[in-house]
C-alpha cells in the first residue's frame, strides 16, 4: 500500500520534472533541438576550447602528433597585455565604436522616418538602402578603393583640398574611414529594424500631439523616440558586437596599415594565430575582446533601459 501511494506521489513529482526541462509544450524543444546542437557544435564547442587554449602553451603540430601543452596560467593574458600592438588595436577599435554606434542610430532613425512618411516609390528605396547589407563585401570595398584610393575619384573631385597623405595611406584617417563605410554597408538592415518600430507606433498619438499644438520636431521627440525606444536599444546593441567583429573591412583594404592604424582585435588575432603561428596568444586575445564587448553591451543596454 506504501509502495503504491509513493509511486503515485512520484510520478507527478517525475512529471512536474520533465515539464520544468522540457517546457509545457515537449515538441517545441524537440522542433528546436537542430538549432541548438548547431550553436552547440559550431560556437559553445569552440568557443570552450579557445578558453582552453588561452590558458595552456598551444601551438599547431602535424595530424597524429602528440606534444605537451603545459598549463601556463595568466602568461598568456600577461603577455597580451603587454602587446603595443594589442594596445594599438583596441585603441583603434574604440575610435571605430565611437564613430558606428552614434552614426548608426541617427542616421537609420532620421533615413527610416523619411522613408515611413514617403507615399510613392517606397519599396524601391527600401530596397536600395538594403542592397548594400546584401551585397558581398569584396565588391563593396572594390568600390570604395575605386573612390579613395590616390588617383580615385574622391581626390579627383577635391584638387588640392585632398589629404596628403591619401585616404588609406593616412593613419588619422583610415580607421574613421572604414567606420563610415561599415555603418553605410549595414545601415540597410537597421532602416528596416527603425522602419517595422515606426509602423507600431499608434497614428493617434501624433494626432492627439498635433491638436495639443506640437510641432514637427516636438512630435519627434515626445512620440516617436520614445515609441521606437526598444529598436534603438537593439540597434546599439548590435552595433557593439559588430563592432567586436571588426575584421573583413580592415583586412580587405588596408591590412591593418598604415603602421596599425586600422588594426582590430580579431585581425591581430588572425596575425597572431594563423600566419605567426601563435593559436595561444590569439586564444587570449579573444578572451579579452570577448569580454570587454559582453562589459559594453551590458553597460549600454542599463543605460538605454534606465533612459527608458
Known amino acids: 500500500m506504501t509502495a503504491l501511494i509513493s509511486q503515485r506521489d512520484g510520478s507527478p513529482r517525475r512529471r512536474r ?74 585603441l583603434n577599435l574604440l575610435v571605430f565604436l565611437v564613430i558606428n554606434v552614434p552614426l548608426t542610430v541617427v542616421l537609420g532613425l532620421l533615413l527610416s522616418t523619411g ?45 588640392e583640398l585632398a589629404p596628403d597623405p591619401t585616404w588609406l595611406a593616412n593613419p588619422a584617417i583610415i580607421m574613421p574611414l572604414i567606420a563610415v563605410y561599415v555603418t553605410w554597408k549595414n545601415l540597410g538592415f537597421y532602416i528596416l529594424l527603425y522602419l517595422a518600430a515606426l509602423q507600431n507606433v499608434p497614428q493617434e498619438q501624433y494626432e492627439a500631439a498635433q491638436l495639443d499644438g506640437a510641432g514637427r520636431w516636438q512630435r519627434f521627440r515626445s512620440v516617436t523616440l520614445p515609441g521606437v525606444a526598444p529598436v534603438t536599444s537593439l540597434v546599439i546593441l548590435l552595433s557593439i558586437i559588430t563592432t567586436g567583429q571588426i575584421f573583413t573591412e580592415p583586412y580587405l583594404l588596408t591590412g591593418g596599415g598604415p603602421n596599425g592604424a586600422s588594426l582590430t582585435p580579431a585581425l591581430l588575432m588572425y596575425q597572431k594565430g594563423i600566419q605567426q603561428g601563435q593559436p595561444d596568444i590569439a586564444a587570449a586575445i579573444g578572451m579579452i575582446l570577448v569580454l570587454l564587448v559582453m562589459i559594453v553591451s551590458l553597460a549600454s543596454r542599463r543605460l538605454t533601459e534606465r533612459k527608458n
Open 17 to 90: 520534472r520533465l515539464q520544468r526541462w522540457l517546457g509545457e509544450n515537449p515538441l517545441g524543444m524537440l522542433l528546436s533541438a537542430p538549432y541548438i546542437a548547431f550553436v552547440v557544435v559550431v560556437f559553445l564547442v569552440p568557443f570552450g576550447f579557445g578558453v582552453w587554449m588561452s590558458f595552456h602553451d598551444f601551438f599547431f603540430t602535424a595530424p597524429g602528433v602528440q606534444v605537451p601543452q603545459p598549463f601556463v596560467g595568466f602568461d598568456n593574458f600577461a603577455q597580451v597585455l603587454a602587446d603595443p600592438q594589442v594596445h594599438q588595436a583596441f
Open 115 to 159: 522613408l515611413n512618411a514617403v507615399v510613392h516609390w517606397k519599396g524601391f528605396f527600401r530596397v536600395a538602402y538594403y542592397i548594400p547589407y546584401v551585397t558581398a563585401s569584396v565588391a563593396t570595398i572594390a568600390v570604395w578603393i575605386f573612390l579613395f584610393n590616390g588617383n580615385g575619384v574622391v581626390n579627383t573631385l577635391l584638387g
